[in-house]
């Protein structure tokens, strides 16, 4: 059964910096594009940060360019999202999923930054921001 497993979330006071990972078992990220969803109650999940494993083009929402880094580590079938300088508007569930790579399609494209486009879903972990 194929598994994405988030984990690193915690509790950081605002300035710090959190390192999150997403692992996957029985699959593999090749011909996948892997992104980074964030969500607050109420409200519905947005893109943060995605990852072609192709080529590893990167893409990274406005509220986080310069704060985020999207990495990824294939012989591990993990990709990371490193969160610097952190702030309360940071605090929610982080997901990651995983996509079939599309022909064309560029990995900021508002296809993949569409939660229900993704194949393979994270639980998610928590963020949680304090002033």
């Known amino acids: 059964e194929v598994q994405l497993v988030e984990s690193g979330g915690g509790l950081v006071q605002a300035g710090g910096s959190l390192r999150l990972s997403c692992a996957a078992s029985e699959f593999t990220f090749h011909g996948y594009v892997i992104g980074w969803f964030r969500q607050v109650p109420g409200k519905g999940r947005e893109a943060v940060s995605i990852?072609?494993?192709?080529?590893?083009?990167?893409y990274y929402a406005d509220f986080v360019k310069g704060r985020f880094t999207i990495s990824s580590d294939n012989a591990k079938n993990t990709v990371y999202l490193q969160m610097n300088s952190l702030n309360p508007e940071d605090t929610a569930e982080y997901y990651c999923?995983?996509?079939?790579?599309?022909?064309?399609?560029?990995?900021?494209?508002?296809?993949?930054?569409?939660?229900?486009?993704?194949?393979?879903r994270g639980q998610g972990t928590q963020v949680t921001v304090s002033s």
């Open positions: 990852i072609m494993s192709s080529d590893s083009s990167t």
């Open positions: 999923a995983a996509a079939e790579r599309v022909n064309g399609l560029s990995v900021g494209c508002s296809w993949y930054g569409t939660w229900n486009h993704y194949d393979y």
